[in-house]
């Protein structure tokens, strides 16, 4: 199959979880919806065209940031005492919040889009984007080092090997189950890392009535394990790239 390599370099990102808010948190990698966002709004996509992810990568550290934090209830009118700003004659609240950032980010993500006509034109929209990338935050720009068309098949690996050094990966559960990966294990645990249950795509759906419409988002989740030090075991099949570089698509 086709697909489109990506090596991402950032300074200070935050890859927000989605039930974080006191302490805006960030997960180690950009969700699939993240980058599938991204990578639409770049090729000026007005609807989803279905795709697969793999994202690998590291940062250096984490840090702690305030940023100013505005709140307001539907239909509160403006309190003097209680509110900083005063919006027509609803109130607003500002205050500080944290914000938690990674530090120094490289990433290496696959894209294979489900139609194959479509692989020329999200490698062009990215190699020359219409605007400055950005990957998290609105104001996380993103730095292109790479951006390659590559062949991805199924390769049966003569001896174990391991990702790019110091590099996690978010593996799909679904790869764990033939033994062909391992982590470093402590005694009583099959698998080291942390399970998310990450954002792919949505669909709209309706639970109100047609004359009084509730529009909802529908997310479909892919169960990963984010883990670092993994080991692809000798004489097993997995998907690689033309430079040998694993994906794992999900």
């Not at 990506?6 to 993240?34: H, R």
């Not at 027509?88 to 980010?105: F, I, K, N, P, Q």
Request: hydrophobic share 30%.
């Amino acid at each position: 199959m086709k697909g489109i390599r990506l090596k991402i370099s950032q300074d200070m990102v935050n890859y927000k979880k989605p039930i974080s808010f006191q302490l805006k948190e960030t997960y180690p990698l950009p969700p699939y919806s993240t980058v599938i966002g991204m990578v639409h709004n770049l090729c000026g996509y007005t609807n989803y065209h279905p795709m697969k992810v793999s994202i690998q990568g590291k940062y250096f550290s984490k840090v702690n940031d305030l940023y100013t934090r505005y709140e307001f209830k539907n239909g509160m009118k403006y309190e003097e005492g209680r509110h900083q700003l005063k919006v027509g004659e609803y109130g607003v609240s500002r205050g500080v919040a944290t914000c938690e950032l990674l530090v120094d980010v490289e990433l290496l993500i696959h894209i294979v889009p489900d139609s194959y006509e479509e692989v020329e034109t999200i490698y062009t929209s990215l190699k020359y984007p219409w605007e400055y990338p950005s990957l998290g935050r609105r104001e996380d720009l993103a730095s292109f080092d790479e951006v390659k068309i590559v062949d991805i098949e199924e390769k049966i690996i003569p001896k174990s090997d391991y990702l790019v050094p110091e590099y996690g990966a978010y593996i799909p559960v679904s790869y764990l189950s033939n033994d062909s990966i391992e982590m470093t294990n402590y005694e009583g645990i099959e698998y080291t890392g942390t399970r998310y249950l990450l954002n792919k795509n949505y669909s709209l759906v309706n639970y109100g009535t047609k004359k009084s419409p509730k529009i909802f988002r529908k997310w479909e989740r892919v169960e990963v394990l984010y883990g670092r030090n993994v080991m692809m075991k000798r004489k097993r099949s997995f998907l690689q790239d033309e430079d040998n570089y694993f994906v794992f698509l999900a």
